[in-house]
């Protein structure tokens, strides 16, 4: 049971910018004082292991392009793909810490470029 | 490089029991927390177990407790997961995944490829 919810899919032409949300609640992204449990991404293509995005809200690993980026505010986060490109088409999960579940996911979105 | 490898996967009957291996290498295992996390057949990403570095704290989700050990050997480099009364919703992809280290660090560095495990008659 997934407690972090995102929409099921997003498309855009090549070039254009898409946005994924991922909203949780005062358990996860929410928690404590305002400020939360930091958010993280992970892109997962068919049939391969999901492989880190964006860590600690809107931190890019090494290797990552600048066309992802990330951002929290609350109980919600979003990530953005600016500059759309064919090899972004993939599934998307957002990933957090629940003081109840431990560590929870998002439902995924479905990224289709067009 | 980093690398991970589960093995075990296959197919078992309902009330059955399976082992699946995570193995390491291309880093300090004995020194981070590793993770089980599964994927149901067009589903998403699920929580399943975690082990501290030296083994002494293990966590796991609601849904497999009681029947789910996470285990680990350090001299070795490998990840065990036992399970035990399977059902047919635990059918999925199994990955073992590295948790990154550091004291607000919150989450998977490194996955590995998966292992299928299907629960049928």
């Known amino acids: 049971q997934s407690v972090l919810t995102q929409p099921p899919s997003v498309s855009g032409a090549p070039g254009q910018t898409v946005t994924i949300s991922c909203t949780g609640s005062?358990?996860?992204?929410?928690?404590?004082?305002?400020?939360?449990?930091?958010v993280h991404w992970y892109q997962q293509v068919p049939g391969a292991a999901p492989k880190l995005l964006l860590f600690?809200?809107?931190n890019r690993p090494s290797g990552v392009p600048d066309r992802f980026s990330g951002s929290k505010s609350g109980t919600s986060a979003s990530l953005a793909i600016t500059g759309l490109q064919a090899e972004d088409e993939a599934e998307y999960y957002c990933?957090?810490?629940?003081?109840?579940?431990?560590?929870?996911f998002g439902t995924g979105t479905k990224v289709t470029v067009l | 490089q980093v690398q991970l490898v589960e093995s075990g996967g296959g197919v078992v009957q309902p009330g059955k029991s399976l082992r699946l291996s995570c193995a390491a290498s291309?880093?300090?295992?004995?020194?981070?927390?590793i993770h089980w996390v599964r994927q149901a057949p067009g589903q998403g990403l699920a929580w399943v177990a975690v082990?501290?570095?030296?083994?002494?704290?293990?966590y796991y989700a609601d849904s497999v407790k009681g029947r789910f050990t996470i285990s680990r050997d350090n001299s070795k480099n490998t990840l065990y997961l036992q399970m035990n009364n399977l059902r047919p919703e635990d059918t999925a992809v199994y990955f073992c995944?590295?948790?990154?280290?550091?004291?607000?660090?919150?989450?998977?560095?490194?996955w590995g490829q998966g292992t299928l495990v299907t629960v049928s008659s």
């Open positions: 995944a590295r948790y990154c280290r550091g004291a607000s660090c919150a989450h998977f560095d490194y």
């Open positions: 291309g880093f300090a295992f004995n020194t981070y927390s």
């Open positions: 082990i501290s570095y030296d083994g002494s704290n293990k």
């Open positions: 005062s358990s996860n992204l929410g928690a404590g004082n305002g400020a939360g449990y930091a």
């Open positions: 600690d809200n809107h």
């Open positions: 990933q957090s810490y629940d003081s109840g579940l431990f560590y929870v």
